[in-house]
């Protein structure tokens, strides 16, 4: 194993009293932990109790000594609250700039959040990787290689590995479950990171593009909460930075710790990392080029998810993981839900959800990502929209005019993406834009433009709370809706 964990005390929670701010996933795995541990948790949402019935229902296995100590506030965030309140700790969607949030950080009531308290009590080694894209492909791929090497008996010390952060299940809900011996994997979002003053063993950044700017509102702020992971690692930890990005590299100095990297071009002397050499995928170990995987083995499309399949070997390579085991599960992974996810083929045409792209430049990846010099090129319909993140669109637009031959919007942002594309000029592409009120008139409007051979794509460039909870609530959505164009 490369690192070496840290393990932290365990924080005393008894009758301690904790304001968890916003009643979701990351919520209610903290309200669970703290409560079962001795707070006072008061649960909090400004949505009304009658949207929140499933919430309360959650909490209905807990014995009834931990049940009492949880305290139910919904509707609002009244400063009431904060009476009394030793920690406030605000889901990763809740903005920082809310009142309550605002009064307990003039109060000096510390703030928290699930992932901080995660890192403060995990007994085993963590990996935490970030950017403004590739994250859940890259976290899922780690896992994967991990639990590969854990099945084949070649992953050393490690006896389980735990997938979760920002994707899946909280790995807070299941902290209680974990040995020394086994290796944690986060996604972290800049929302989680924004808060958090401990990081995690491995960090990784992948990338730095605008993304969440209308949380964050410039650049510079966003960046500051991307290199937080790295900010706040020890000199015995590691970092892994994509050296392909400017603004990634940029970092490189506020590394405490050891560095490694991945790219194109192989690591510069005395790094270790992922780089690309003759078609081949290999890891540098400061003496000799190791050949891991062919790039034309990669099941994943388009460029992009080269780039985490680097990312993700020369992570595996910080954490101690065989060259060997990083191969097997490499071949075999095809990618997460909602990521350019195949769908159906209907009317001669291929569906794919790429629901989880919530930005135009993941938008240009994915049509990008149906380029291959070993293909014909196809016409794309495009599906995008959904809420603004205060993003720039014009590149995209420019992409549009090259490469989608009907584009169809929906949602909050679709106003906006038209005025940036321009009117459809006849003979030119794109040759038809619709403007619809919902994703199920895009698809329905699809069905009806849609030709043999043809790509339809729903890739938003949006987030999905203008209509749904999530972005996967939005694919499962786009995929049933697909499937039901069988029956018509």
Known sequence: MSVQRSVAGMTNWKDKRVIVVGAARQGISLGRYLASHGAYVVMNDQKPAGQLEGVRESFNDLDEQVASRIEWFFGGHPLTLLEGANLVCPSAGVPLDLPLIQEAKKRGIP???????????????????????????TTTMVGKIAQTAINSGGAGPYHRVWVGGNIGAPLLSNLDRMHAEDLAVMELSSFQ?????????????????????????????YLAAKRRILEFQTDQDIAVLGRDDPGVWSLLRKVHGRRHSFGKDKPPEGMKGAFIKDEWLCLWDNREAQLVVRL??????????VENTLAACAICQAAGLPPA???????????????????????GADW???????????VIAAIHAFESPNEVIRPIILLSGGRD??????????????????????????GKIASVVGNANSGKRPYSIDICAGLEQAVKVASSVVEQGDIVLLSPGGTSFDEFRDFEERGEAFKRWVFNLSCM
């Open 296 to 305: 034309s083995e990669i099941r994943l499309r388009g460029w992009h998810n």
């Open 389 to 414: 993140k205060n993003l720039p669109w014009y590149e995209l637009a420019e992409l549009i005019h090259n490469r989608v031959d009907h584009l169809i919007l929906f949602g909050e942002a679709a």
């Open 193 to 221: 990171l924004e808060l958090m003053t401990k990081s995690v063993e491995i960090a990784c950044i992948l990338n730095i593009t605008p993304n969440h700017l209308d949380r964050h509102m410039t650049m510079e702020a």
């Open 352 to 362: 794919y959800n790429d629901s989880i792209a919530t930005a135009p430049e993941r």
């Open 325 to 347: 085991y990083m191969r097997k599960a490499i071949v075999r992974f095809t990618g997460v839900p909602h990521r350019l996810e195949w769908i159906n083929s209907w009317r």
């Open 111 to 137: 703030l928290s959040n699930d992932s901080q308290i995660f890192l403060e009590n995990c007994p085993c080694l963590t990996i935490g990787i970030t950017g403004s894209a590739g994250k859940t492909t």
